[in-house]
């Protein structure tokens, strides 16, 4: 897993639990899947340990004190559906 992005970990993830629910596969092969999806699993899980802790040094203030902040994803609701006029 030396160049594993978590964009190909997932990627791979979502192929690997698409077969295993598709079936038709030997028990060793479903095996092998599993644990192969375990293994992206926790590499995937480590990624946004890492990223969550970036973010709160980012958001810790002068003091070293963690702040709280809401985050606010950028939604198209936000725009409005009706943000032109009706």
Same mark, same amino acid.
């Given at each position: 897993?030396?160049? &594993?992005?978590?964009?190909?970990? @997932?990627?791979?993830?979502?192929?690997? %639990?698409?077969? @295993?629910?598709? *079936? !038709?596969?030997? =028990?060793?092969?479903?095996? $092998? @899947? +599993?644990?192969? !999806? %375990?293994?992206?699993?926790? +590499?995937?899980?480590?990624? &946004?340990?890492?990223?969550?802790?970036?973010?709160?040094? &980012? =958001?810790?203030?002068?003091? !070293?004190?963690?702040?709280?902040?809401? +985050?606010? $994803? *950028?939604?198209?609701?936000? $725009? !409005?559906?009706? *943000?032109?006029?009706?």
């Amino acid at each position: 897993m030396t160049n &594993l992005t978590f964009e190909k970990a @997932l990627a791979e993830l979502e192929q690997i %639990v698409a077969k @295993l629910e598709k *079936g !038709g596969i030997s =028990l060793n092969e479903s095996l $092998a @899947l +599993f644990e192969k !999806g %375990v293994k992206m699993s926790r +590499f995937l899980r480590a990624e &946004l340990d890492k990223a969550e802790r970036k973010v709160e040094i &980012l =958001l810790k203030d002068e003091k !070293g004190n963690l702040k709280a902040e809401d +985050f606010e $994803a *950028g939604s198209d609701d936000d $725009a !409005g559906e009706d *943000g032109g006029k009706a």
